[in-house]
């Protein structure tokens, strides 16, 4: 199967009632990783770039798609190119003309009818170049910060700053209108996951979730996924959750070999980080129950 437009898996995940994978890399060594990784599993993946990353500047978008797209010839596995949260339509429009085949219109802090505009833009000139278009509703937080952070059922005042999750997550009735106004290929919700570290454990809002995927046919999808615990995962795949971001907690496990592999690999440092991260992914991506 090899290089694949995102929306063929995200339809393999709705056909599956699954989700697939979707790291965020930054060069070489963790694209490698992630595509050689899933197919040691056999499933499929998606391969994101961060536009906001460090490593952008030294991998800009052109050689970052050119590379997953060769990596992905050699292997059988669906794999799926993406950019990941982009508040810039120039530079969204600079990752579409570079080669990248799915692209996220992240207007989520906008009110929603300019986040409807916003993103509506963004459908309309990637539809030119049969790319697919990511939206995001909601608040999907950063769990350092505690008053972005929530980690509780609807409804429950949490964090420092007292904030209600009915403000911050995706509302069913927002999720309805914002999908019937803009034909994206899929909608990152806010259900309770936050960005980075959590400080305490998770609690995901299933009851949202299964409230939200009534209303909507579009796939789903899971930001924030680094720490959240595997039988939420399970839940959440199994109500609507058809792609799951993991970032954090993969750029921390590069960080943490490449110390080690100075000490224990030696010249052989590139290979010792490389099979690691690979090992990592295949592991991770076993909750994924899409069949190939």
Same mark, same amino acid.
Not at 42 to 57: C, D, E, F, S, T
Not at 61 to 72: D, H, P, R, S
Not at 202 to 211: F, G
Not at 260 to 279: C, H, I, P, Q
């Given at each position: 199967?090899?290089?694949?437009?995102?929306?063929?898996?995200?339809?393999?995940?709705?056909?599956?009632?699954?989700?697939?994978?979707?790291?965020?890399?930054?060069?070489?060594?963790?694209?490698?990783?992630?595509?050689?990784?899933?197919?040691?599993?056999?499933?499929?993946?998606?391969?994101?770039?961060?536009?906001?990353?460090?490593?952008?500047?030294?991998?800009?978008?052109?050689?970052?798609?050119?590379?997953?797209?060769?990596?992905?010839?050699?292997?059988?596995?669906?794999?799926?190119?993406?950019?990941?949260?982009?508040?810039?339509?120039?530079?969204?429009?600079?990752?579409?003309?570079?080669?990248?085949?799915?692209?996220?219109?992240?207007?989520?802090?906008?009110?929603?009818?300019?986040?409807?505009?916003?993103?509506?833009?963004?459908?309309?000139?990637?539809?030119?170049?049969?790319?697919?278009?990511?939206?995001?509703?909601?608040?999907?937080?950063?769990? @350092?910060?505690?008053?972005?952070?929530?980690? #509780? !059922?609807?409804? =429950?005042?949490? +964090?420092?700053?007292?904030?209600? *999750?009915? %403000?911050?997550?995706?509302?069913?009735?927002?999720?309805?209108?914002?999908?019937?106004?803009?034909?994206?290929?899929?909608?990152?919700?806010?259900?309770?996951?936050?960005?980075?570290?959590?400080?305490?454990?998770?609690?995901?809002?299933?009851?949202?979730?299964?409230?939200?995927?009534?209303?909507?046919?579009?796939?789903?999808?899971?930001?924030?996924?680094?720490?959240?615990?595997?039988?939420?995962?399970?839940?959440?795949?199994?109500?609507?959750?058809?792609?799951?971001?993991?970032?954090?907690?993969?750029?921390?496990?590069?960080?943490?070999?490449?110390?080690? @592999?100075?000490?224990?690999?030696?010249?052989? #440092? !590139?290979?010792? =980080?490389?099979? +690691?991260?690979?090992?990592?992914? *295949?592991? %991770?991506?076993?909750?994924?129950?899409?069949?190939?």
């Amino acid at each position: 199967m090899a290089f694949c437009k995102v929306r063929d898996i995200l339809q393999m995940g709705v056909r599956d009632n699954a989700a697939v994978y979707a790291f965020d890399a930054a060069g070489l060594e963790q694209i490698w990783a992630v595509i050689k990784g899933a197919e040691k599993a056999n499933k499929p993946v998606i391969v994101m770039q961060y536009p906001a990353a460090p490593l952008v500047k030294m991998y800009p978008f052109e050689y970052f798609a050119a590379t997953v797209k060769a990596l992905a010839e050699q292997v059988s596995i669906p794999v799926g190119l993406h950019l990941d949260h982009c508040s810039d339509f120039d530079m969204i429009v600079d990752a579409i003309r570079c080669g990248f085949t799915s692209v996220m219109a992240d207007g989520s802090t906008l009110p929603f009818e300019e986040n409807v505009k916003f993103t509506s833009e963004v459908v309309r000139v990637a539809k030119i170049f049969d790319v697919d278009v990511e939206g995001e509703l909601g608040h999907v937080g950063v769990a @350092s910060k505690t008053e972005d952070y929530v980690a #509780a !059922e609807d409804g =429950v005042n949490v +964090g420092e700053g007292g904030i209600s *999750a009915d %403000k911050l997550y995706t509302t069913a009735e927002d999720a309805k209108r914002f999908t019937e106004l803009v034909d994206v290929a899929s909608l990152a919700v806010a259900f309770g996951s936050a960005h980075g570290v959590y400080k305490v454990t998770p609690k995901l809002s299933i009851s949202r979730l299964s409230e939200i995927n009534a209303v909507t046919e579009t796939p789903l999808v899971l930001h924030g996924g680094s720490g959240i615990p595997e039988d939420q995962l399970v839940e959440a795949f199994s109500h609507g959750i058809n792609k799951f971001n993991v970032g954090t907690e993969f750029g921390m496990l590069t960080n943490e070999l490449k110390k080690e @592999s100075f000490e224990k690999a030696g010249r052989g #440092a !590139e290979m010792y =980080v490389r099979d +690691g991260l690979t090992d990592y992914i *295949a592991k %991770k991506v076993s909750l994924c129950n899409i069949k190939l």
